[in-house]
């Protein structure tokens, strides 16, 4: 996968929905995404109560014309990112909800719709498919949009799991992470993440998928 780390001096672009987002052209990302049911209501609430004490102890009040997150300096919301999100890796590792992803044919639903636009939409690097979430390393082509892609991936194997398992209704969450990779360094402890998952999860052989690119 080629990589493109964030360059400080190139134009950037950032929008907020339940985190931050940042945007630069040709970035290499980590993104996860989850199950719709692997986080209850009430492990939400208390994560957004926490979220306010956090920006009011950085003397930030939240109110409805500002989000709290967009007012954090570049090092304020990358410490934001990085507590919040280590709370939700550690709260999906413990396999909460109904985990459908176990399934070896939804595991393959998912890995080749990620392959199928491969080399035209994005460069696809390493992949793991999680029982209620799934990690990726993606650099999005010229004219092809972050947001663009994760949603028609997400849709179209949404579409295909539900018709596979019997089922209708919402099928993700929402909303994605994502985190530009800075550097080499973060490439490789991303790609060291990934690959520990499992391991960390405790899952057995075949409750999971791991797709690496053996020529990084």
């Not at 989000?67 to 300096?73: A, N, P, T, V």
């Not at 070896?104 to 498919?129: N, P």
Request: proline share 5%; glycine share 6%; net charge neutral.
């Amino acid at each position: 996968m080629p990589f493109q780390p964030f360059h400080e001096r190139r134009p950037v672009r950032v929008y907020a929905t339940t985190l931050p987002h940042w945007r630069q052209e040709g970035c290499t990302y980590f993104v996860t995404y989850r199950l719709g049911d692997s986080i209850p209501q009430r492990v939400l609430e208390q994560w957004e109560r926490e979220k306010l004490e956090w920006l009011l102890i950085q003397g930030i009040e939240v109110n409805a014309s500002a989000d709290g997150i967009s007012q954090l300096d570049p090092t304020q919301q990358r410490a934001f990112m990085k507590h919040f999100n280590r709370k939700l890796n550690t709260y999906l590792d413990e396999g909460h909800g109904s985990c459908v992803l176990r399934d070896l044919r939804c595991q393959h639903v998912i890995t080749e719709s990620w392959e199928h636009f491969h080399g035209q939409r994005y460069e696809l690097g390493d992949l793991i498919v999680m029982p209620n979430h799934v990690h990726l390393l993606l650099t999005p082509l010229p004219e092809h949009e972050l947001e663009d892609i994760l949603q028609s991936r997400k849709r179209q194997s949404a579409r295909e799991i539900n018709a596979l398992l019997g089922r209708t209704g919402d099928f993700w969450q929402r909303h994605s992470y994502d985190h530009i990779v800075r550097n080499e360094i973060e490439l490789r402890a991303f790609r060291r993440y990934i690959a520990d998952n499992p391991v960390k999860a405790r899952l057995r052989e075949g409750e999971y998928c791991y797709r690496k690119i053996e020529s990084a």
